[in-house]
């Protein structure tokens, strides 16, 4: 194996290991376009072809031998041009090829010292010709890359840092010798069958590197199966793997994307050249249209042979997937896909000391910080409130503070069973409120202003008790970047337009609730009894659904409804658009026009035009106006 020309810079490195470097904030991602933007911009591209080609092509087999020869990969017809052409007849808008797959075989002329396509016959740099076919055919490109390196011996236990330097060296180069990638699909890192965490291969280091060298670069995650559906842990977009029986949520509301495969398998075997793929009606009718509605842009595989080229009955079906896609006519706009925090950095609280208020007999705190969703820590029955609380290292600093709550992972918890909670934090023998709510989220994101605390604590109420509510994993972080916050939104269903009269308070806010006697009642949030729905005028009160929304200094910021600033006295029309100049302590949001607007506020979106909202059936918040 050649030398790799980044050991010299590792040596150098290395040599300066005995510097003390002073404890600060995380060095920002450098960003260009406003990742929420190249989120929406990657969704509404609906439809794209995965190009699973490498070495193990031409062995027939899923991933590739990483003992055999380099000399088989030995494309005698390649057309990427064809490739591109069958995309582009099938309506897709991207193409995305595996520049290297789990054996570690790298189709450009890599100088890391891995097995490439330097030393194979012909010598061809595939990724090359790949973004020149797909770039002169109008598509975007992306690459898939996988961590995973059987050849490289990048595995589990055996990474070294010089295996990383290895890794980012590889992306240095096909991020800055093949001009613009509009996104990287990782694989083969923190899977249940790669074991590599990212502790290993540390994500935040990989991602900063990335987002150097190209910050409009999403980075896609294959870990929707391993982390929960409702957040974006260690991706720009949620990434699901429908092949391995990962599928996208009836609700998810996140940018993402599903991929399949045409065939059986994911790379040619010699017996595909007349195999049955799957229909254009599956493709189209069960996939692509039902996945676009749910924010998730579809990555459909088509495999080129060992000639480098797609078979005949594969440029078929592609085609008549693109003739069955035009018989729909024009399709509907892309929904707007939820901005929610991305979590880049370690785990703060993984592996830490944990205590709590109490537990069930073999059911211990450590199983809400054992880095593990699958266990959760929960109060014993018959006890309604409960807390959590984490020993941090000395000095840790974090300013994003997430719990998960597991629903839906059993039949009889459907529903969130958290009514409310709170997170504080221990400094100097004093505990401080640094975060409370009510939200039915199943994950909770607290974004903080950067802080330290010898502890945090998680202290939840239970909506009953004759069901406790548990916490399936706490993570506490700190991340890079500008300080952010997620606020309330209330998102209106449209199914009513006016306000009720008799026993109810102007702009005073409910939670619909299920009694002991299966009635649904409203609850204030403010506190108070219950009252019934007032049924007998539906015409007469607004509902709402209860979101999340995340900004941070600089965005803009949309008003849906008019109100009051924090003051009482200022005046904020419906439809004003102002930009966040920060928070203040209690997490409300300065604008910078100079008003101070309360965090619980509600009626605000983005600061740019929204298109084709999703019409919900069903709510847990309303509010009633009443003008009388």
């Given at each position: 194996?050649?030398?790799?020309?980044?050991?010299?810079?590792?040596a150098?490195?290395?040599?300066?290991?005995?510097?003390?470097?002073?404890a600060?904030?995380?060095?920002?991602?450098?960003?260009?376009?406003?990742?929420?933007?190249?989120?929406?911009?990657?969704?509404?591209?609906?439809?794209?072809?995965?190009?699973?080609?490498?070495?193990?092509?031409?062995q027939?087999?899923?991933?590739?031998?990483?003992?055999?020869?380099?000399?088989?990969?030995?494309?005698?017809?390649?057309?990427?041009?064809?490739?591109?052409?069958?995309?582009?007849?099938?309506?897709?808008?991207?193409?995305?090829?595996?520049?290297?797959?789990?054996?570690?075989?790298?189709?450009?002329?890599?100088?890391?010292?891995?097995?490439?396509?330097?030393d194979?016959?012909?010598?061809?740099?595939?990724?090359?010709?790949y973004?020149?076919?797909?770039?002169?055919?109008?598509?975007?490109?992306?690459?898939y890359?996988?961590?995973?390196?059987?050849?490289?011996?990048?595995?589990?236990?055996?990474?070294?840092?010089?295996?990383i330097?290895?890794?980012?060296?590889e992306?240095?180069?096909?991020?800055?010798?093949?001009?613009?990638?509009?996104?990287?699909?990782?694989?083969?890192?923190?899977?249940?069958?790669?074991?590599i965490?990212?502790?290993?291969v540390?994500?935040?280091?990989?991602?900063?590197?990335?987002?150097?060298?190209?910050?409009?670069?999403?980075?896609?995650?294959?870990?929707?199966?391993?982390?929960?559906?409702?957040?974006?842990?260690?991706?720009?977009?949620?990434?699901?793997?429908q092949n391995?029986?990962?599928?996208?949520?009836?609700?998810?509301?996140?940018?993402?994307?599903?991929?399949?495969?045409?065939?059986?398998?994911?790379?040619?075997?010699?017996?595909?050249?007349?195999?049955?793929?799957?229909?254009?009606?599956?493709?189209?009718?069960?996939?692509?249209?039902?996945?676009?509605?749910?924010?998730?842009?579809?990555i459909?595989?088509?495999?080129?042979?060992?000639?480098?080229?797609?078979?005949?009955?594969?440029?078929?079906?592609?085609?008549?997937?693109?003739?069955?896609?035009?018989?729909?006519g024009?399709?509907?706009?892309m929904?707007?896909?939820?901005?929610?925090?991305?979590?880049?950095?370690?785990?703060?609280?993984?592996?830490?000391?944990?205590?709590?208020?109490?537990?069930?007999?073999?059911?211990?705190?450590?199983?809400?910080?054992?880095?593990?969703?699958?266990s959760?820590w929960?109060?014993?029955?018959?006890?309604?409130?409960?807390?959590?609380?984490?020993?941090?290292?000395?000095?840790?600093?974090?300013?994003?503070?997430?719990?998960?709550?597991?629903?839906?992972?059993?039949?009889?918890?459907?529903?969130?069973?958290?009514?409310?909670?709170?997170?504080?934090?221990?400094?100097?023998?004093?505990?401080?409120?640094?975060?409370?709510g009510?939200?039915?989220?199943?994950?909770?994101?607290?974004?903080?202003?950067?802080?330290?605390?010898?502890?945090?604590?998680?202290?939840?109420?239970?909506?009953?008790?004759?069901?406790?509510?548990?916490?399936?994993?706490?993570?506490?972080?700190?991340?890079?970047?500008?300080?952010?916050?997620?606020?309330?939104?209330?998102?209106?269903?449209?199914?009513?337009?006016?306000?009720?009269?008799?026993?109810?308070?102007?702009?005073?806010?409910?939670?619909?609730?299920?009694?002991?006697?299966g009635?649904?009642?409203?609850?204030?949030?403010?506190?108070?009894?219950?009252?019934?729905?007032?049924h007998?005028?539906?015409d007469?009160?607004?509902?709402?659904?209860?979101?999340?929304?995340?900004?941070?200094?600089?965005?803009?910021?949309?008003?849906?409804?008019?109100?009051?600033?924090?003051?009482?006295?200022r005046?904020?029309?419906?439809?004003?658009?102002?930009?966040?100049?920060?928070?203040?302590?209690?997490?409300?949001?300065?604008?910078?026009?100079?008003?101070?607007?309360?965090?619980?506020?509600?009626?605000?979106?983005?600061?740019?035009?929204?298109?084709?909202?999703?019409?919900?059936?069903?709510?847990?918040?309303?509010?009633?106006?009443?003008?009388?």
């Amino acid at each position: 194996m050649r030398n790799p020309i980044w050991a010299v810079t590792l040596a150098l490195a290395s040599c300066m290991t005995h510097q003390t470097v002073e404890a600060g904030p995380p060095e920002p991602y450098r960003s260009e376009t406003d990742l929420h933007t190249l989120q929406q911009r990657f969704v509404d591209l609906r439809f794209g072809m995965f190009i699973h080609y490498n070495m193990a092509t031409y062995q027939d087999r899923e991933w590739g031998d990483p003992k055999g020869p380099t000399e088989a990969f030995d494309p005698t017809r390649l057309d990427t041009d064809q490739w591109a052409e069958a995309a582009r007849s099938a309506g897709m808008t991207y193409g995305c090829l595996t520049t290297k797959h789990h054996d570690g075989f790298c189709l450009w002329p890599t100088e890391s010292g891995g097995d490439s396509v330097r030393d194979t016959p012909k010598k061809i740099d595939i990724v090359r010709a790949y973004v020149d076919s797909f770039r002169a055919k109008g598509l975007r490109v992306g690459l898939y890359y996988s961590i995973l390196d059987l050849r490289g011996d990048i595995r589990h236990h055996n990474v070294e840092p010089a295996d990383i330097e290895r890794i980012k060296f590889e992306l240095t180069e096909l991020l800055t010798d093949y001009g613009p990638i509009d996104f990287l699909i990782f694989d083969g890192w923190d899977a249940p069958w790669s074991r590599i965490t990212y502790e290993e291969v540390p994500f935040d280091d990989i991602y900063r590197h990335i987002k150097r060298l190209q910050p409009d670069c999403l980075v896609a995650e294959l870990n929707a199966g391993v982390y929960p559906s409702s957040a974006l842990y260690y991706s720009d977009i949620k990434a699901y793997e429908q092949n391995a029986g990962q599928n996208v949520p009836t609700d998810s509301r996140l940018p993402a994307l599903s991929c399949v495969t045409l065939s059986d398998g994911w790379f040619w075997k010699s017996w595909d050249n007349k195999a049955e793929l799957k229909s254009a009606e599956q493709v189209v009718d069960e996939w692509l249209l039902p996945l676009n509605a749910r924010f998730c842009n579809l990555i459909c595989n088509a495999a080129p042979n060992s000639e480098g080229r797609l078979s005949p009955n594969l440029i078929s079906r592609l085609k008549e997937i693109g003739e069955r896609i035009a018989s729909k006519g024009d399709l509907p706009p892309m929904p707007r896909a939820t901005h929610v925090p991305v979590i880049t950095a370690k785990n703060l609280a993984t592996g830490r000391p944990i205590r709590a208020s109490d537990s069930p007999d073999t059911m211990g705190p450590d199983l809400a910080n054992d880095g593990s969703f699958g266990s959760t820590w929960y109060p014993p029955s018959g006890q309604t409130d409960g807390w959590i609380e984490v020993d941090l290292a000395p000095k840790s600093e974090f300013n994003r503070v997430v719990f998960v709550e597991p629903v839906g992972r059993w039949d009889d918890y459907a529903q969130s069973r958290i009514e409310s909670y709170k997170i504080e934090g221990l400094k100097g023998g004093e505990w401080t409120e640094v975060a409370a709510g009510n939200s039915s989220d199943p994950v909770r994101i607290a974004t903080l202003t950067r802080r330290q605390a010898d502890r945090v604590r998680v202290s939840i109420k239970n909506k009953s008790n004759r069901n406790s509510a548990h916490i399936s994993e706490i993570g506490i972080y700190d991340e890079p970047g500008k300080e952010e916050r997620e606020l309330l939104k209330l998102k209106s269903l449209n199914l009513s337009d006016a306000n009720v009269k008799g026993g109810y308070v102007r702009g005073e806010r409910y939670r619909v609730e299920i009694d002991a006697e299966g009635q649904a009642m409203l609850a204030p949030l403010q506190g108070g009894a219950k009252k019934p729905i007032p049924h007998a005028a539906p015409d007469r009160f607004e509902v709402y659904r209860e979101e999340r929304l995340g900004l941070a200094g600089d965005d803009r910021v949309r008003f849906c409804l008019g109100g009051t600033a924090l003051d009482g006295k200022r005046r904020i029309s419906n439809g004003r658009i102002d930009e966040v100049a920060g928070f203040d302590r209690a997490g409300n949001f300065r604008l910078k026009s100079g008003l101070v607007v309360a965090k619980d506020y509600g009626h605000l979106d983005y600061g740019f035009v929204i298109t084709s909202p999703t019409r919900a059936a069903s709510a847990d918040s309303a509010r009633i106006d009443n003008t009388a």
